[in-house]
């Protein structure tokens, strides 16, 4: 994918890995699982604290749909594990997404504002659903924290598409 291009609906997830809040790995995308995929700026956004509890909430309607939920961001390992700790999240959470991991995903990047912010460019908000055959299901990239998609709406609209056997949309060129 060239530097700056978007994942198109239909391609192919790609695979990706980092490290896991509590130790392992956590690999993004892959055939077998539906999956959805939630990239969070890090520790210094409050919305994406505040998205995160909605996906909170709603983690166990997604189990119930046989959805794995993932969220993942650029912040260091300090910065994940304290959070996720203060939060209490239940999904798993990856950190230290790197530049390159950012641009296959065709995520926004941004500059710290200052050092208080963060210490390291980060991704804007992305959305991916990643179906049972490793296919781009859903795409939503933002370039700001306060532009995500209703999660519940989300789960209905995976559900509804999985029930009716719907095709992957905004395939043609």
């Known amino acids: 994918m060239a530097p700056g291009s978007k994942l198109q609906a239909g391609s192919e997830f790609p695979a990706l890995s980092m490290p896991k809040v509590g130790g392992g790995e956590l690999t993004l995308g892959g055939p077998g699982r539906w999956q ?3 990239i969070y700026r890090g520790k210094h956004c409050p919305l994406c604290r505040k998205y995160l509890k909605s996906l ?3 983690l166990d309607e997604f189990a119930k749909a046989d959805i794995g939920v993932i969220a993942a ?3 260091p390992s300090e910065k994940a ?3 996720a700790a203060e939060e209490g999240w239940r999904f798993p959470i990856g950190y230290g997404l790197t ?5 296959t995903l065709g995520l926004y990047i941004s500059d710290p504002r200052s050092p208080q912010e963060t210490d390291r460019p980060f991704a804007e908000p992305g959305l991916f659903v990643v ?3 490793g296919k781009v299901q859903v795409v939503d990239i933002s370039n700001a924290p306060y532009a995500r998609p209703d999660l519940a709406g ?3 609209g995976i559900k509804n ?5 719907n095709p992957i949309r905004g395939t043609k060129s």
Request: aromatic content about 0%; hydrophobic content about 35%.
């Open 56 to 58: 909170d909430n709603l």
């Open 81 to 83: 594990e304290t959070e």
């Open 154 to 156: 989300l789960l209905s």
């Open 73 to 75: 961001s650029a912040d």
């Open 161 to 165: 598409t999985r029930e009716k056997n």
């Open 99 to 103: 530049l390159e991991q950012m641009r």
């Open 131 to 133: 179906n049972a055959d």
């Open 36 to 38: 959805a995929i939630v």
